[in-house]
């Protein structure tokens, strides 16, 4: 409607200036006034019934909102009776819903209430039939025990008795037939497993003996090696600990003692003073630090193949270089490392026929002789030694268990049965062990204990196959004077703590060294 009107008002107004225009023209030509006039007239006509038009269309447009507004505000109005009429039939059925809640409620309670009543009811003829049973049962027991003279207990007895010895005899009969059967059986399995394992692991035999033999260019390099007063030999021996023999034997000197890794230190130093051909105390003592460095990269090097070849993972650094050094190490003249491997790969073999774990076997049957290369250092077992070494680097108690118990009449898992047996089958392999080298070379380490007890003591070598001790003592700790009760000492505990044939010389040895670098 306001469109409508603003349409009518500027008809109006473009009519009345239209026609105040068409005046002043006709005012200004005197000729044409009177066409002015009536051309004016005619505008003014024509806009009136322009307006006219436009009046009206604006009164239609205007009728036709109000009637299209009217009809939306009926329909709105419509919609929310609907809405009413729905939320008031909501709400009854509520109500409605509510009421019977209300009586459903009410119905539960009488039931309950009915059932409590029936509940005691019962329990009190529960009670009563109890009783009732119980006197009618009385009665009739005490009729039995008139008619057999028995009392209750002696004739349940009796029954009890019979019972256990009927399955007594029958558990027995089957326990026997049982454990025959499995005895049988587990022998044949056993036998075929152990052979199958042996079978399939066919390893060389490497055994050991205490002497090594260096060549050289010529018979005067044994002077040499003697040196002025015996000076040379002394320091090789002193710094080594072992044995040098030099005899008639043609371009060869002969290195021994009970321990292979002095043994191999000495070798190569020896070796590398013979080629060099300068042979003083001073060069002696630059070649064996050498040499024991020498030995220490072929111990990693031995440890680290030895892991390889037995298909163990995971173990720590520090204990692949104490495996290592299970190179130098002979029981019985079979060599410690080789048997490791080789108990290692028959534990996992066995392990895999029997369904035991098989990692856990391989682990502990390569490292169940790793105490060996630390009873020079460590007292107790090697069994013992070994277990508490794994555990101090991480490994688990189910593989130290069965290092611990290899040797023990009593096992706790599979695993220690199953490296208890592999390390019987390897060291029962034909030419695999010598008893009279081991025995040898215990009472060498029994010897070099003895005197590597007391206090002061740096170095203890048993030489001349067990004839001579020689202790080096720390110089600020024992002065001269206590070296000779020293070796008195230690002579004292040889003779009472060891057997031994013959006689064993004891020698003392005080160094005392300054040294100063002119620069």
Same mark, same amino acid.
């Given at each position: 409607m306001d469109l409508a009107l603003t349409a009518v008002i500027t008809a109006l107004l473009v009519g009345v200036i239209a026609g105040f225009l068409i005046y002043l023209r006709s005012a200004l030509t005197s000729r044409r006034q009177q066409a002015a006039r009536e051309a004016a007239e005619q505008q003014i006509r024509r806009a009136d019934a322009r307006s006219k038009e436009i009046l009206l269309e604006a009164k239609e447009e205007g009728i036709k909102t109000r009637t299209a507004a009217e009809a939306d505000v009926r329909a709105e109005r419509q919609e929310i009776q609907r809405h009413e009429r729905r939320v008031e039939q909501r709400e009854e059925s509520l109500e409605k819903r509510s009421g019977a809640l209300d009586e459903t409620n009410r119905g539960l309670e009488r039931l309950q209430t009915q059932l409590e009543t029936e509940r005691t009811e019962f329990?009190?003829?529960?009670?009563?039939?109890?009783?009732?049973?119980?006197?009618?049962?009385?009665?009739?027991?005490?009729?039995?025990?008139?008619?057999?003279?028995?009392?209750?207990?002696?004739?349940?007895?009796?029954?009890?008795?019979?019972?256990?010895?009927?399955?007594?005899?029958?558990?027995?009969?089957?326990?026997?037939?049982?454990?025959?059967?499995?005895?049988?059986?587990?022998?044949?399995?056993?036998?075929?497993?152990?052979?199958?394992?042996?079978?399939?692991?066919a390893s060389d035999v490497v055994s050991d003996s205490s002497v090594s033999s260096v060549p050289l260019p010529n018979d005067d390099m044994k002077g040499r090696l003697i040196g002025r007063e015996g000076r040379n030999i002394r320091a090789i021996e002193a710094a080594t600990g072992v044995d040098l023999i030099i005899d008639e034997t043609p371009e060869a000197v002969t290195i021994s003692c009970f321990d292979p890794i002095r043994r191999e230190v000495a070798r190569i130093a020896l070796g590398t003073l013979i080629q060099d051909g300068r042979i003083h105390p001073a060069r002696v003592?630059?070649?064996?630090?050498?040499?024991? &460095?020498?030995?220490?990269?072929?111990?990693?090097?031995?440890?680290?193949?030895?892991?390889?070849?037995?298909?163990?993972?995971?173990?720590?650094?520090?204990?692949?270089?104490?495996?290592?050094?299970?190179?130098?190490?002979?029981?019985?003249?079979?060599?410690?490392?080789?048997?490791?491997?080789?108990?290692?790969? &028959?534990?996992?073999?066995?392990?895999a026929e029997i369904g035991a774990n098989v990692e856990r076997a391989r682990v502990a049957g390569f490292l169940h002789d790793i105490g060996k290369a630390l009873t020079h250092e460590v007292e107790g077992p090697h069994a013992e030694i070994g277990a508490d070494l794994v555990l101090k680097y991480n490994v688990s108690d189910?593989?130290?268990?069965?290092?611990?118990?290899?040797?023990?009449?009593?096992?706790?898992?599979?695993?220690?049965?199953?490296?208890?047996?592999?390390?019987?089958?390897?060291?029962?392999?034909?030419?695999?062990?010598?008893?009279?080298?081991?025995?040898?070379?215990?009472?060498?380490?029994? &010897?070099?204990?003895?005197?590597?007890?007391?206090?002061?003591?740096?170095?203890?070598?048993?030489?001349?196959?067990?004839?001579?001790?020689?202790?080096?003592?720390?110089?600020?700790?024992?002065?001269?004077?206590?070296?000779?009760?020293?070796?008195?000492?230690?002579?004292?505990?040889?003779?009472?703590?060891?057997?031994?044939?013959?006689?064993?010389?004891?020698?003392v040895i005080r160094e005392s060294r300054s040294v100063e670098v002119a620069r």
């Open positions: 329990e009190e003829l529960r009670k009563t039939e109890t009783a009732r049973i119980e006197e009618i049962s009385q009665r009739e027991t005490e009729r039995l025990e008139e008619i057999s003279g028995l009392s209750a207990n002696d004739a349940r007895q009796m029954q009890m008795s019979r019972a256990e010895e009927a399955i007594q005899f029958d558990l027995a009969r089957r326990y026997r037939d049982a454990e025959a059967e499995a005895r049988e059986h587990a022998e044949g399995q056993a036998r075929n497993i152990l052979a199958g394992a042996i079978q399939r692991l003592e630059e070649q064996v630090a050498k040499a024991r &460095l020498e030995v220490d990269a072929v111990v990693q090097k031995a440890g680290e193949e030895a892991v390889f070849e037995a298909n163990v993972k995971g173990l720590h650094p520090e204990l692949v270089k104490i495996v290592g050094r299970l190179k130098f190490r002979y029981s019985y003249g079979e060599n410690v490392l080789r048997h490791s491997v080789e108990v290692g790969l &028959l534990a996992g073999m066995i392990a189910q593989i130290a268990d069965p290092i611990r118990q290899h040797h023990d009449s009593e096992m706790t898992t599979p695993e220690a049965f199953i490296v208890a047996a592999a390390d019987a089958i390897s060291a029962a392999r034909p030419g695999a062990r010598r008893d009279t080298l081991e025995r040898y070379v215990q009472r060498m380490q029994e &010897l070099e204990d003895a005197a590597r007890g007391f206090e002061g003591v740096e170095r203890c070598f048993a030489i001349q196959a067990g004839r001579e001790v020689r202790v080096m003592v720390q110089p600020d700790v024992v002065d001269d004077a206590a070296c000779a009760v020293l070796a008195r000492d230690i002579t004292n505990r040889i003779e009472s703590t060891l057997s031994y044939p013959g006689q064993i010389k004891v020698v």
